[in-house]
């Protein structure tokens, strides 16, 4: 079984500051993508990323998938109230429908 | 855009009761998934299908039962729920996976917006 392993589970900063979300993984992936869920609602995909060493800007919101395809880092500059969420990590490749591994998810709070 | 819609976002119920989750997709996707979602377990994989009256166990499908009769609905079943069934539970589509070694298939994942069950 495919293990996605998301770093650090919970962090809470204040509206400004700067943050990097981890998702590793011993497995490589065909691609790898990033969810945001906020409460009470389903997870919305913000990127897909599929070439080693790929980086992909969102606004404020910065994806690196690594070079081995291993892992991933999703980089949040000048966070805001807005930025509040659980962020999930879901890793393509490992067999089924569509294969799908899901990290456990960060969860994010960005205090004003 | 897509619209994947469930038909409830709260839904209590007693232990024993038979319950129906419904889930409808507008996109013509022909994967379906459904997943509860735990904290502290993430989501967790109960039942897929791709395509029609085909259906596939996920990581966790004890307990549970669906139904694919048409390629817009999947529908989820609790034969006879349990206080343990108590859970966020999360409906997704995608297109067909179809992929090739150039060009993989992404297989993003389109969400409902969940239903919150609770079983007493």
């Given amino acids: 079984t495919q293990l996605l392993e998301q770093s650090p589970q919970f962090l809470s900063i204040q509206e400004g500051e700067n943050l990097t979300v981890y998702c590793n ?3 490589v992936f065909s691609s ?33 998938f690594g070079d081995a395809r291993k892992d ?9 109230p807005g930025d509040t969420g659980l962020y999930l990590c879901a890793g393509a490749g490992g067999g089924g429908a569509d294969g799908l591994t899901f990290g456990k998810g960060t969860h994010l709070i960005i205090q004003p | 855009d897509v619209k ?26 022909e994967n379906m998934f459904w997943y509860r979602q735990d904290p502290g377990l993430g989501l967790r994989l109960i039942y897929f299908s791709y395509d029609v009256k085909m259906k596939e166990k996920g990581d966790i499908p004890e307990g549970y039962s669906v139904s694919r009769e048409k390629k817009e609905r999947f529908s989820l079943i609790l034969e006879s729920a349990s206080t343990n069934q108590t859970s966020m539970y999360l409906c997704a589509s995608s297109l067909s996976r179809g992929g090739t070694s150039e060009i993989p298939s992404y297989n993003e994942q389109f969400f409902g917006p969940g239903t919150r069950l609770t079983v007493l």
């Fill in chain 2, 4 to 29: 994947v819609t469930q038909s409830s976002r709260y839904l209590v119920k007693r232990t024993g009761e038979k319950v129906f989750l419904e889930c409808v997709q507008d996109m013509d996707h």
């Fill in chain 1, 72 to 80: 991933s880092s999703l980089h949040i500059t000048a966070a805001q």
């Fill in chain 1, 32 to 64: 790898l993508q990033w969810y945001r869920q906020e409460p009470g609602e389903g997870p919305v995909l913000l990127v897909t990323v599929v070439t080693g060493g790929e980086v992909k800007k969102l606004k404020r919101l910065t994806f690196q």
């Fill in chain 1, 25 to 27: 993984s011993s497995s």
